[in-house]
């Protein structure tokens, strides 16, 4: 009896301090766009007045910093944390023959249903849009940050830096973004300006709750019936059930 009450109070009083955790981490919401402007590569600043974040539930061990730096290899926008190195156009063309080619065409135009990586310039507001790296990515260091991260397909993060800056310097030359003798490192990196470099903003929206109604939903108001699949498949016809299941 005394083990099970004490369980009882140690969950109680972790729900408690989950509880207190959640309500102080909601009180970061919603965030309200930078006063340099609404653009996707400002960072938002937290609102004012704040209450400080809610203290670690005791559960676990602080990361080392060799366990954090095997996890740290995010890019921003801005191409912050971007590694050393450097590759050429030249080199890039080698090594996408042998590690990209074969999904993504020879020359970027996509092999069946692999996605091409070039083209679509100014389709993005017609009706036939295609995101590519040339019309749609709107920053060059999250290029090298998602092909560093999730490339070759079959073998992700298997090359070295110097290899994913080659890589991405020849996929940026196939959209005519650098010379044919160019070669990549961070500097030149961050200096590249995408084609759709303005065409993403960030959206300020409240935040909506998401509590699912349980009794009196309906409030008095009837509930009809907007549309009929009937109308579209007719019974009898033979293609799935002839009635309502």
């Known amino acids: ?14 729900a408690g301090t989950v509880a207190v955790a959640a309500q102080a981490i909601d009180a970061y919401k919603p965030f309200i766009a930078p006063p340099q402007g609404n653009t996707w590569e400002a960072a938002w600043p937290p609102p004012p007045g704040l209450p400080a974040l809610p203290p670690r539930l005791g559960f676990g061990a602080p990361a080392t910093p060799e366990q954090i730096r095997g996890w740290d290899i995010a890019i921003r926008a801005d191409g912050s944390n971007l590694p050393p190195g450097r590759g050429s156009v030249a ?16 020359f970027g135009e996509g092999v069946d249903r692999w996605p091409a990586l070039i ?21 060059a260091p999250i290029v090298f940050d998602y092909t560093r991260r999730a490339m070759p397909y079959a073998a992700p993060q298997s ?9 991405v310097a020849y996929v940026l030359h196939l959209n005519e973004l650098l010379p044919a003798d160019a070669v990549l490192d961070a500097d030149g990196l961050r200096a590249i300006r995408m084609p759709n470099r303005d065409g993403f903003i960030l959206e300020e929206r409240p935040d909506t709750p998401n509590e699912a109604c349980m009794a009196n939903c309906r409030q008095g108001r009837p509930v009809r019936v907007m549309m009929d699949s009937r109308q ?14």
């Open 1 to 14: 009896m005394r083990r099970t009450i004490g369980l009882g109070l140690g969950a109680a009083a972790l």
């Open 91 to 106: 080199d890039g063309e080698e090594l996408y023959v042998t590690h990209c080619a074969s999904c993504h065409g020879d």
């Open 119 to 139: 083209g679509g310039r100014g389709s993005l507001t017609t009706e036939t849009p295609q995101r590519t790296v040339g019309s749609y990515w709107p920053s």
């Open 159 to 167: 090359l070295t830096d110097d290899e994913y800056y080659a890589i």
């Open 232 to 245: 579209f498949v007719q019974p009898g016809s033979g293609s799935g059930f002839s009635e309502p299941q």
